[in-house]
């Protein structure tokens, strides 16, 4: 095993523990991922729609980024937060979660 499969193996494993700590991943993690691949921050609420639209994003997760306020977001994490925070996020957040991913 060389220092990258070790550096791989700890990182894996650091990320299990810290999600049996915190409980699993938001639901929005990995579409949102998907959605703003390639993106550059930091990005306005027009640019993060306009990047995920180019990433054959779907509606659902359109719909939350286009309803985003009007400003700059810093990061990834920015933009999750912000749609955590927002109330419909709750059961369109779920509904994501159940419906299955087109194939790329």
Same mark, same amino acid.
């Given at each position: ?29 990995? @579409?949102?991922?998907?959605? +703003? %691949? =390639?993106?550059?921050? $930091?990005?306005?609420? #027009?640019? !993060?729609?306009?990047?995920?639209? *180019?990433?054959?994003?779907? @509606?659902?997760?359109?719909? +939350? %980024? =286009?309803?985003?306020? $009007?400003?700059?977001? #810093?990061? !990834?994490?920015?933009?999750?937060? *912000? ?22």
């Amino acid at each position: 095993m060389n220092d990258d499969d070790t550096r791989r193996t700890r990182l894996e494993e650091g990320m299990k523990e810290l999600e049996t700590r915190m409980g699993g991943p938001s639901p929005l993690a990995q @579409p949102l991922q998907d959605a +703003l %691949l =390639g993106a550059v921050f $930091p990005l306005s609420t #027009e640019q !993060l729609v306009w990047l995920a639209r *180019e990433n054959d994003t779907p @509606p659902v997760v359109l719909s +939350l %980024l =286009g309803n985003l306020p $009007p400003r700059r977001f #810093e990061s !990834l994490d920015a933009v999750q937060q *912000e749609l955590e925070s927002r109330d419909e996020v709750g059961e369109q957040a779920t509904e994501l979660s159940l419906a299955p991913m087109p194939p790329r």
